[in-house]
């Protein structure tokens, strides 16, 4: 709160956006862990089958599994895997000790906090760029990344594949860390009991309404959409239930969110300059549309690419093989083929032509 108390009022937009997308993000799951929760068995499958916003280690997830095997090969996502669900054995025994809340608003209020410190430290990442050193350093700055800017499972995967393109260092700290030894993983295990609010409920299913009709408003992958409507049914039930109960501290998380409905959620910072597009090959022809960015005598485009929410957005990068004349932040299309340039790939762009600016600065995977 100190952070975003100095901070300049676009960067703290910028930060309650990305708060707002870990915590629309996380919603569909709490709602389902606290609906399943009276059954045992099936409280058990959600962390295995949501996309780690549950509770626990995030990495436990098998979504979250299967799109490391793909990104980072078997043998580190059966260990990331493995790792996790011996931290989540450990933590449920916790629980069982001191007890559990079932309670939604409880747990969005505990996610609040660790969602503020993800929305600051994406915005200093953005901030230092490339200038990640590597070695031990930058093993133990992945990790300490890994602590705070842990969004979810599928999330992780995603932070980690955009920091191997620029600090391969930092993405095996982060790796070891982010879903498995995180603060939230933590945080999640001890569950405190604030009560029902009715009018919390209500702002919920208001703000999971107004982001389903949006088609995610730039939040949340356009797929949360039917989630996110059947989250807003819920909630309309359970205001309408506890509409005569009130309380202080669940009202804080559907409060962040609904701001971030009122403030919006700006463009996010185009400061990278790598080439992150690992499948692409000398030869292949391309047309990509992006903003134009110059660094270090580079000059690129560069757009978003969300998985799940806007927390993990990593940045699809393609560095021209000439300048073009348009200014920094313009909106580009351009086509030709990617050329090899001292292992280093750009693209000899044929056409180059500007392009409005889209509604959705995102594309999804």
């Given at each position: 709160?100190?952070?975003?108390?100095?901070?300049?009022?676009?960067?703290?937009?910028?930060?309650?956006?990305?708060?707002?997308?870990?915590?629309?993000?996380?919603?569909?799951?709490?709602?389902a862990?606290?609906?399943?929760?009276?059954?045992?068995?099936?409280?058990?499958?959600?962390?295995?089958?949501?996309?780690?916003?549950?509770?626990?280690?995030?990495?436990?997830?098998?979504p979250?599994?299967?799109?490391?095997?793909?990104?980072?090969?078997?043998?580190?996502?059966?260990?990331?895997?493995?790792?996790?669900?011996?931290?989540?054995?450990?933590?449920?025994?916790?629980?069982?000790?001191?007890g559990?809340?079932?309670?939604?608003?409880?747990?969005?209020?505990?996610?609040?906090p660790?969602?503020?410190?993800?929305?600051?430290?994406?915005?200093?990442?953005?901030?230092?760029?490339?200038?990640v050193?590597?070695?031990?350093?930058?093993?133990?700055?992945?990790?300490a990344?890994?602590i705070?800017?842990?969004?979810?499972?599928?999330?992780?995967?995603?932070?980690?594949?955009?920091?191997?393109?620029?600090?391969?260092?930092?993405?095996?700290?982060?790796?070891c860390?982010?879903?498995?030894?995180?603060?939230?993983?933590?945080?999640?295990?001890?569950?405190?009991?604030?009560?029902?609010?009715?009018?919390?409920?209500?702002?919920?299913?208001?703000?999971?309404?107004?982001?389903?009709?949006?088609?995610?408003?730039?939040?949340?992958?356009?797929r949360?959409?039917?989630?996110?409507?059947?989250?807003?049914?819920?909630?309309?039930?359970?205001?309408?239930?506890?509409?005569?109960?009130?309380?202080?501290?669940?009202?804080?998380?559907?409060?962040?969110?609904?701001?971030?409905?009122?403030?919006?959620?700006?463009?996010?910072?185009?400061?990278?300059?790598a080439?992150?597009?690992?499948?692409?090959?000398?030869?292949?022809?391309?047309?990509?549309?992006?903003?134009?960015?110059?660094?270090?005598?580079?000059?690129?485009?560069?757009?978003?690419?969300?998985?799940?929410?806007?927390?993990?957005?990593?940045?699809?990068?393609?560095?021209?093989?000439?300048?073009?004349?348009?200014?920094?932040?313009?909106?580009?299309?351009?086509?030709?083929?990617?050329?090899?340039?001292a292992?280093?790939?750009?693209?000899?762009?044929?056409?180059?032509?500007?392009?409005?600016?889209?509604?959705?600065?995102?594309?999804?995977?």
């Open positions: 709160m100190a952070a975003i108390a100095v901070l300049p009022p676009e960067t703290v937009r910028e930060v309650l956006a990305t708060a707002s997308a870990t915590l629309f993000e996380s919603t569909p799951f709490i709602l862990a606290s609906l399943a929760g009276r059954w045992t068995r099936a409280g058990r499958l959600l962390p295995l089958l949501g996309c780690g916003c549950g509770g626990g280690p995030a990495a436990r997830s098998m979250a599994a299967a799109a490391t095997w793909l990104a980072f090969g078997p043998w580190v996502a059966l260990a990331r895997w493995v790792a996790a669900m011996l931290v989540g054995r450990a933590l449920e025994r916790g629980r069982c000790e001191h559990a809340s079932g309670s939604s608003l409880d747990a969005l209020a505990g996610v609040l660790y969602a503020l410190v993800a929305g600051v430290a994406a915005h200093l990442l953005a901030l230092t760029g490339t200038n050193p590597g070695g031990a350093t930058g093993v133990a700055i992945g990790a990344l890994g705070a800017l842990a969004p979810c499972g599928l999330g992780v995967v995603g932070i980690a594949g955009a920091l191997r393109a620029v600090a391969p260092a930092s993405a095996i700290g982060f790796l860390v982010a879903g498995i030894l995180d603060a939230r993983t933590f945080a999640r295990s001890h569950a405190r009991s604030g009560g029902h609010d009715g009018t919390a409920y209500a702002l919920l299913g208001l703000a999971c309404g107004f982001i389903a009709s949006r088609g995610g408003a730039a939040l949340v992958h356009p949360f959409t039917i989630a996110l409507w059947c989250c807003a049914v819920a909630f309309a039930v359970l205001a309408w239930q506890y509409r005569r109960s009130h309380a202080i501290a669940p009202m804080l998380a559907p409060a962040a969110m609904c701001a971030a409905l009122i403030l919006g959620a700006p463009p996010p910072p185009y400061r990278a300059t080439t992150t597009l690992g499948d692409a090959f000398a030869g292949e022809s391309l047309t990509f549309e992006g903003i134009v960015t110059r660094r270090n005598g580079a000059t690129a485009l560069v757009r978003y690419a969300i998985t799940c929410c806007r927390a993990d957005a990593a940045p699809i990068v393609i560095r021209l093989a000439h300048d073009v004349r348009a200014p920094d932040g313009a909106w580009l299309d351009a086509r030709g083929t990617l050329e090899d340039r292992g280093d790939l750009r693209l000899r762009a044929d056409s180059v032509t500007p392009a409005a600016p889209p509604g959705d600065p995102f594309i999804y995977r």
